[in-house]
């Protein structure tokens, strides 16, 4: 079955360092996602990306973060400097096609970052 | 932005018991997702809702979509340790453009 692979599992950083995760979606899926999720809440999307484009980044905070898929397909999230703050799980999620809030979204399994 | 609401924030019972749990905006949605969690692993589409008053059913658990596209519920019959994770209600923002996801419900069965 078809998956969506996220590495690393685990990363463990000091503030002030970059760190890099990678996503490789489901073949032929369009869209693809990064989301960030605290410890205890729910998922909040960090950037959305149709093909190689990106569809909405309203909420990535762009003086650290940086996100890119090049080729429109395996996609780059990276983060530099670290902070505190930004521990968290990172998952990247794909979709066949954006089509409004009908398309089912496959979550990898996702990155834990832990920033000391 | 439209937030999502869910209730209750943890919830442990004993297995076989019955229990609701609840996704509530004062936002009207045009359609609801919801989705488990795992510990440790990305969540995973349970059902998606559209039409207001709409039923789904899914084995043991049934969905329900509010009148008004407001709210939505999650019901299991006779809960099994392997329902325990964390359930997540999601929807499309005002924009059509994202999801939005609201905070969980973690479910803790107990054999």
């Known amino acids: 079955e078809a998956e969506v692979a996220q590495s690393p599992r685990y990363k463990i950083t000091e503030k002030s360092q970059a760190v890099a995760f990678w996503c490789d979606p489901i073949s032929g899926h369009a869209t693809l996602y990064w989301y960030r999720q605290i410890l205890g809440q729910g998922p909040e999307l960090l950037v959305q990306?149709?093909?190689?484009?990106?569809?909405?980044d309203s909420q990535l905070p762009k003086d650290r973060f940086s996100a890119e898929r090049l080729k429109g397909v395996d996609s780059t999230l990276k983060i530099q400097p670290a902070e505190l703050g930004d521990s968290a799980m990172y998952l990247c999620?794909?979709?066949?096609?954006?089509?409004?809030?009908?398309?089912?979204?496959?979550f990898g399994p996702g990155t834990r970052l832990t920033v000391l | 932005t439209q937030l999502l609401e869910q209730s209750p924030q943890f919830l442990s019972i004993q297995e076989g018991e019955n229990l609701t749990v609840y996704c509530n905006s004062s936002s009207v949605f045009s359609s609801l997702q919801w989705y488990r969690q795992e510990p440790g692993e990305g969540p995973v589409l349970l059902v998606t809702v559209v039409t207001g008053g709409e039923v789904k059913k899914l084995k043991r658990l049934t969905f329900q979509f509010g009148d008004a596209r407001k709210d939505s519920s999650l019901h299991i019959t006779a809960a099994q340790p392997g329902d325990t994770g964390l359930y997540l209600c999601?929807?499309?923002?005002?924009?059509?453009?994202?999801?939005?996801f609201g905070p969980g419900t973690r479910l803790s069965v107990l054999p």
């Open positions: 999620a794909s979709s066949l096609e954006w089509q409004g809030g009908y398309n089912e979204q496959f």
């Open positions: 990306f149709q093909d190689e484009s990106v569809v909405d």
């Open positions: 999601a929807g499309p923002d005002n924009y059509g453009q994202n999801f939005v």
